[in-house]
């Protein structure tokens, strides 16, 4: 099992940019891929930004360009650079950790979430 907790959010003016972190614990060598997820009220979690273990990315269209998703494997940290942020960025955002072990690949639990506010 892996376990992650996110930090990071806060209140930040439009245009403003944010860095949110995912720290992982628990049996991280079998991670296989992390994502930054966000859940605004009334609407369903979403992907946002993903990262493999062999580096690949993958983004939300609403985001490309303006959010980066990297990794520090030595502190077994996740970062979500997020530049140019908009109103509708507003949201709580998650991580999550899936484990890709003896064939079997494995959803991880949500962190507690990290609440980001846009606005002037």
């Known amino acids: 099992q892996v376990q992650v907790m996110e930090s990071g959010g806060g209140l930040v003016q439009p245009g403003g940019s944010l860095r949110l972190y995912c720290a992982a614990s628990?049996?991280?060598?079998?991670?296989?891929?992390m994502g930054w997820y966000r859940q605004a009220p009334g609407k369903q979690r979403e992907l946002v930004a993903g990262?493999?273990?062999?580096?690949?990315?993958n983004y939300a269209d609403s985001v490309k360009g303006r959010f980066t998703i990297s990794r520090d494997n030595a502190k077994n940290t996740v970062f979500l650079q997020m530049n140019s942020l908009k109103p509708e960025d507003t949201a709580v955002y998650y991580c999550?950790?899936?484990?890709?072990?003896?064939?079997?690949?494995?959803?991880?639990?949500w962190g507690q979430g990290t609440q980001v506010t846009v606005s002037s």
């Open positions: 990262i493999t273990s062999s580096d690949s990315t």
């Open positions: 628990g049996s991280i060598f079998s991670i296989y891929f």
């Open positions: 999550r950790a899936d484990r890709f072990q003896d064939g079997t690949y494995s959803l991880g639990p």
